[in-house]
Antibody
Framework: QVQLQESGPGLVKPSGTLSLTCAVSGGSISSSNWWSWVRQPPGKGLEWIGEIYHSGSTNYNPSLKSRVTISVDKSKNQFSLKLSSVTAADTAVYYCARTHRVVTARVYYYYMDVWGKGTTVTVSS | QSVLTQPPSVSAAPGQKVTISCSGS????????VSWYQQLPGTAPKLLIYDNNKRPSGIPDRFSGSKSGTSATLGITGLQTGDEADYYCGTWDSSLSVQVFGGGTKLTVL
C-alpha cells in the first residue's frame, strides 16, 4: 500500500525558508491523485497548505500563497514544500497526504486517505 | 476561528454512543462532500469517513457519517477507550478555494 514519509530540517531560522520533501512509496506519484501538505501548530487544529498534481498544477491556501511553493519530482516519486519568510507562527507538525479531488458540476469530492507520520519544524534563532 | 464549527469536547461511557457535529455554510458543507479524521494522541490524522458517509476499508461500522444541509455529524457507537482521540471534519470551501477543517473535537471515553 502507499506510504508517505516527510523529511527535512527540524529547525529553521526566522525569515528563512522551510523546505520539506515527501517521499511516496508503494505507488506512483503519477496516479490520478493530488498530493497535499497540511500543518498543525502545537496544540491546535489542522491547516491545509496546498496541493499538487503530477502535471505540476497547484492550488494554495490564499492565506499562505505568497510564501508557498509546492513542486513535484516524478523521477524520484516525491513532492516538496517550500515556505519562505518563516516566523514563529510557522512552527508546526507538517504532514503530507494523498488527496482524492474530484469535481463534478462544481461539487467537490475531496478527502485525504493516506498521511505521512509528520515532521516537526520549529522556527527559532 | 475555523470555517467549520465543532464542539471542543464530548464525552461518554464505554459502550455508549456519541455524536460529533460539524457546522458550516452553503459554500462548504452545503455544496460539497464531507470527510472525517481521527487523530490519536501523538499520531497523524487517519481518514474515518469520506463522501459524507462512506467508510474506508478497515474502518469498523461503529463509525458513521451523515450530512443534512450545512451540517454534518459523525456517530460512534459501542465506545471503546481506544476511541479517545481528536476528531476533525473537513470539506472544500468553494468560495475560499481551500480545503477547510473544523477546529477539532476531543473525545473522552469515561
Amino acid at each position: 500500500q502507499v506510504q508517505l514519509q516527510e523529511s527535512g530540517p527540524g529547525l529553521v531560522k526566522p525569515s528563512g525558508t522551510l523546505s520539506l520533501t515527501c517521499a511516496v512509496s508503494g505507488g506512483s506519484i503519477s496516479s490520478s491523485n493530488w498530493w497535499s501538505w497540511v500543518r498543525q501548530p502545537p496544540g491546535k487544529g489542522l491547516e491545509w497548505i496546498g496541493e499538487i498534481y503530477h502535471s505540476g498544477s497547484t492550488n494554495y491556501n490564499p492565506s499562505l500563497k505568497s510564501r508557498v511553493t509546492i513542486s513535484v519530482d516524478k523521477s524520484k516519486n516525491q513532492f516538496s514544500l517550500k515556505l519562505s519568510s518563516v516566523t514563529a507562527a510557522d512552527t508546526a507538525v507538517y504532514y503530507c497526504a494523498r488527496t482524492h479531488r474530484v469535481v463534478t458540476a462544481r461539487v467537490y469530492y475531496y478527502y485525504m486517505d493516506v498521511w505521512g507520520k509528520g515532521t516537526t519544524v520549529t522556527v527559532s534563532s | 476561528q475555523s470555517v467549520l464549527t465543532q464542539p471542543p469536547s464530548v464525552s461518554a461511557a464505554p459502550g455508549q454512543k456519541v455524536t460529533i457535529s460539524c457546522s458550516g455554510s452553503s459554500s462548504n458543507i452545503g455544496n460539497n462532500y464531507v470527510s472525517w479524521y481521527q487523530q490519536l494522541p501523538g499520531t497523524a490524522p487517519k481518514l474515518l469517513i469520506y463522501d459524507n458517509n462512506k467508510r474506508p476499508s478497515g474502518i469498523p461500522d461503529r463509525f458513521s457519517g451523515s450530512k443534512s444541509g450545512t451540517s454534518a455529524t459523525l456517530g460512534i457507537t459501542g465506545l471503546q477507550t481506544g476511541d479517545e482521540a481528536d476528531y476533525y471534519c473537513g470539506t472544500w470551501d468553494s468560495s475560499l478555494s481551500v480545503q477547510v477543517f473544523g477546529g477539532g473535537t476531543k473525545l473522552t471515553v469515561l
